[in-house]
């Protein structure tokens, strides 16, 4: 497990982090996450709580969206809002690309440019909301104030159902 801490995405995270002045408190998990419920279950918070970062591919270029694990991005809806004709769920490949991480870690950060990113704004909701760290083994504490500053990212409302 304390391998999985070194891990490069995990420190390009953390770096990325420092620079912008948010000290990470990284957290190995002592199992895999690969979705919300799981690191929920872990951390030991609702669903809801999970800051999920998935990468959507609009009109071919990569887009970041941080949403509630309570909820499913509604791709109509943020095809709207960015001005988009169409987005659609990127494929693994697309997502390592365009973050040099792999799905089921992705963070909000440490990614080698920086991406256009929405953040749900129902993580609004929480005081604490648990982000991925660059693998699927671990998770950072934030709040969705930081998550808008540190990604540069856009408040937005993200699911039909929120």
């Not at 002045?21 to 190995?28: R, T």
């Not at 800051?51 to 591919?57: D, K, M, Q």
């Not at 792999?102 to 950060?109: E, L, M, S």
Request: aromatic share 4%; charged share 15%.
């Amino acid at each position: 497990m304390e391998r999985i801490a070194e891990h490069p995405a995990v420190q390009a995270v953390e770096k990325e982090l420092r620079a912008k002045g948010f000290e990470p408190k990284v957290v190995v998990l002592p199992e895999s996450a690969p979705n919300a419920q799981a690191a929920a279950d872990q951390v030991g918070c609702v669903v809801g709580a999970i800051a999920n970062s998935l990468v959507f591919e609009a009109d071919g270029a990569p887009l970041l969206v941080l949403t509630s694990g309570a909820h499913r991005v509604d791709t109509a809806r943020v095809a709207a809002l960015i001005g988009a004709s169409k987005v659609k769920r990127a494929d693994p490949e697309f997502v390592r690309q365009s973050t040099g991480q792999v799905i089921g870690g992705v963070a909000p950060v440490g990614h080698p440019a920086p991406l256009r990113t929405l953040v749900d704004t129902w993580l609004g909701s929480y005081d604490v909301v648990w982000a991925a760290a660059g693998h699927a083994h671990t998770v950072f504490p934030t709040s969705f104030g930081e998550l808008v500053r540190i990604t540069g990212g856009t408040p937005a409302t993200v699911s039909a159902g929120a």
